[in-house]
């Protein structure tokens, strides 16, 4: 009897540790104001927590090394003071801006801290549209979470105006 509680705890713990993952990083200048803070909760569903320039878009592209036409992204607007734009889901069409998808991402936060503007996130593993990045393939393996991420023109959105650069994010249970 011992040991199957003391199996049963162990199996707690191992399903619990492995069960979840969280990876965080900065990427672009952070001299300037021009850089993103990315945290991603990865469990029963998806959180992110972003931290952008205000005063121009930013948006994370998952999974993917390249800019490849089909990949999904969350476009954050350029916000002020009097914004009414919010965070939006969508996925990449070619040269020009991301096109809108059905938002799957619950906005719980979105501030303005100066120059910057912090949002949280949250969102089913699987979203409704077939474009959306599926996390539970992510969640289950061992593997690190490729990310897109660019930064926009004031509020342009055309993304040949845009910086692109690619970030491993490793996984951390």
Do not use: C
């Amino acid at each position: 009897m011992r040991y199957r509680i003391i199996f049963a705890i162990n199996l707690l713990f191992s399903s619990y540790s492995f069960g979840q993952k969280q990876v965080s990083t900065v990427v672009g200048d952070t001299n300037s104001q021009a850089y993103i803070r990315i945290k991603i909760e990865v469990a029963d569903s998806v959180r992110i927590f972003l931290d952008g320039p205000s005063e121009s878009w930013f948006a994370i592209g998952f999974n993917t090394n390249r800019m490849a036409i089909g990949t999904d992204v969350v476009l954050v607007p350029a916000l002020v003071s009097d914004s009414t734009l919010l965070p939006y889901d969508s996925y990449i069409t070619g040269y020009g801006p991301p096109k809108k998808d059905r938002q799957d991402w619950v906005i719980q936060t979105i501030q303005l801290h100066g120059k910057r503007t912090m949002t949280k996130m949250v969102r089913a593993l699987k979203g409704e549209s077939e474009k959306d990045f599926e996390f539970t393939p992510y969640l289950n393996q061992a593997n690190n979470l490729d990310i897109i991420w660019a930064i926009g023109d004031r509020k342009s959105t055309r993304l040949n105006s845009s910086h692109e650069w690619i970030s491993r994010m490793p996984s951390s249970a």
